[in-house]
């Protein structure tokens, strides 16, 4: 089973790892997955007052695709508006980083991810 | 050093060279190439001569007599052999069959493929630390039991079964007694003279010799009778028919006899790098050791790296080869079934790692192997948000988690 080079690159030169203040207004935080399924990811986007995303950071527990996958979202999502952020399909991801069948999975956990950051973020706007 | 660095000893061994040269002897035409079952003729004759010598040397290594040994394709045809021949010669004496969870698949599959016939199987659990309990297995047994089918050394974890004990048990109640000792010939002294087993399974690849060959012991006194899988001639005593392949046979005839000869040296230097291995990784925070420490080969060592999956490991560590109890490593996407039957958490599966040493492991290759782990073990814990839960004190079994 061989990763893609995409795949390698986003481990061994990782971006936008961390963790931002999830009691911070303006910061969406997302998190899915389950330890018992093996695959867990944090995203949280900070966004701006008009409604960009400025920053996003993830932490991820889970295989390689998975951390990609992950990791490619956070690099997609900054700069984009909400909506725009929330129309990425999983398929985006799965063919960016030529995942193989057997691990379309974590692309559409990553898809989930953001959709329950961008969720969380107009939760507390809402409040 | 050559990389990646072998460490999967378990799944598979390289061919030792002294037997891949006495196999070649046995391919071309100026070889021994003959059909060991050619009665008439010298080169039959000759071949015959070379099968008979391996079986000796396979007999040896485990103290059984020769005729007792039935070549396979390999300790999974071996284990069908034993279990299906059994089972369905000695159905009118009973339908229960016990085994246990920790099997491998070649055991398994084919006790839920009797099943399908209509025995029934127990299937036991082990202890925590992967071994038998021998008072469940007593109170398993029936007046219909017809067969016990438990491994001698488990693939996954390297512990040891009682299988001393448990032929006792067996023996006196008149229950026969198959051992998968595919992963513990050539790694442990087996004694068959003393032991009370009925039939045992071997594997050549996984002590230096070629795949696609094995054996299965059958034992005469007491006689344990078997219903053939492979039809067609009559071979090994009609148990098992098929033309030798001789180039197999001394290959693994070879392999047991290397292995006789040196099993106490290289145990004693494996057992040394592996406790190396051990040592180097102790202070890695939040480890545990899958499987007794003990009861235990030296050539293993299962250790789950907690809040760190076991692929991403497997990926990070790309100069090591070496294999995972974790799902995403499997075609299924489950974790090793192995562990979840020592009761470790769905968490602690996903992130095993098994390392297994051999004959041409060295010092500088465990050392090397100790700092790509700890290297890597920082970073992924880095990535992962169970790691930075746990430092702050987040109790992750509270999360109400949303699995998809």
């Keep these: ?127 | 050093m050559k990389t990646p660095i072998y460490l999967d000893y378990s799944a598979t061994t390289p061919v030792d060279p002294r037997v891949a040269k006495k196999m070649c002897d046995c391919l071309t035409l100026d070889g021994s190439f003959g059909n060991p079952a050619s009665r008439s003729h010298q080169y039959g004759w000759e071949a015959d001569k070379l099968v008979e010598q391996a079986r000796k040397q396979v007999a040896e290594l485990v103290n059984a007599d020769p005729k007792e040994i039935v070549f396979t394709s390999g300790a999974t045809e071996s284990d069908n052999l034993a279990i299906k021949g059994v089972a369905h010669f000695y159905k009118k004496k009973g339908k229960h069959i016990i085994t246990c969870k920790t099997e491998h698949k070649a055991v398994l599959d084919t006790c839920r493929h009797l099943e399908r016939e209509g025995f029934e199987v127990t299937y036991l659990d082990p202890e925590a630390n992967g071994l038998i309990d021998l008072e469940k297995l007593k109170a398993a047994m029936r007046d219909d039991t017809i067969l016990v089918s438990i491994m001698h050394v488990n693939n996954e974890i390297g512990v040891i079964q009682d299988i001393k004990a448990i032929g006792e048990i067996t023996r006196e109640r008149k229950v026969l007694f198959h051992v998968d000792a595919a992963q513990s010939a050539g790694k442990l002294p087996i004694d068959l003279q003393d032991l009370k087993v009925d039939l045992m399974s071997f594997s050549a690849h996984k002590v230096y010799g070629p795949k696609g060959i094995g054996a299965l012991f059958v034992r005469r006194k007491p006689r344990v009778r078997l219903e053939a899988q492979m039809h067609g001639g009559g071979h090994e005593r009609g148990m098992r028919s098929g033309t030798l392949a001789t180039h197999q046979i001394v290959g693994m005839g070879e392999a047991f006899h290397l292995a006789r000869e040196e099993m106490a040296a290289d145990n004693e230097r494996i057992r040394m790098l592996r406790d190396r291995l051990l040592d180097g990784l102790k202070d890695i925070e939040e480890i545990y050791i899958n499987g007794d420490l003990e009861q235990r080969i030296p050539h293993n060592l299962n250790v789950s790296f907690n809040f760190v999956e076991g692929e991403s490991l497997m990926m990070a560590l790309k100069d090591l080869a070496v294999s995972s109890g974790s799902a995403c490593t499997s075609a299924s996407l489950e974790p090793s079934y192995v562990l979840r039957a020592l009761g470790r958490s769905d968490e602690l599966a996903h992130s095993s790692i098994r390392f297994t040493i051999g004959r041409f492991t060295t010092e500088e290759e465990i050392d090397f192997a100790i700092e790509q782990i700890h290297q890597n073990i920082g970073k992924l814990r880095e990535l992962s948000p169970l790691w930075e839960m746990y430092k702050d004190g987040v109790d992750l079994e509270s999360i109400e988690w949303t699995a998809h």
């Excluded at chain 1, 030169?13 to 207004?25: I, S």
């Excluded at chain 1, 409604?51 to 991820?60: H, N, P, R």
């Design chain 1, 1 to 127: 089973m061989a990763y893609s080079d995409k795949v390698i690159d986003h481990y061994e030169n990782p971006r936008n790892v961390g963790t931002m203040d999830k009691d911070e207004a303006n910061v969406g935080t997302g998190m899915v997955g389950a330890p018992a399924c093996g695959d867990v990811m944090r995203l949280q986007i900070k966004v701006s007052d008009d409604g960009v995303i400025e920053d996003a950071k993830f932490k991820t527990y889970g295989c390689g695709s998975a951390i990609a996958s992950s990791s490619l979202l956070t690099e997609w999502v900054k700069g984009k508006s909400l909506d725009e952020a929330a129309a990425i399909k999983n398929s985006e991801i799965a063919e960016e980083l030529e995942l193989p069948p057997v691990k379309i999975h974590c692309s559409v956990l990553a898809e989930d991810a953001i959709k329950a950051a961008i969720e969380n973020y107009k939760e507390k706007q809402g409040k």
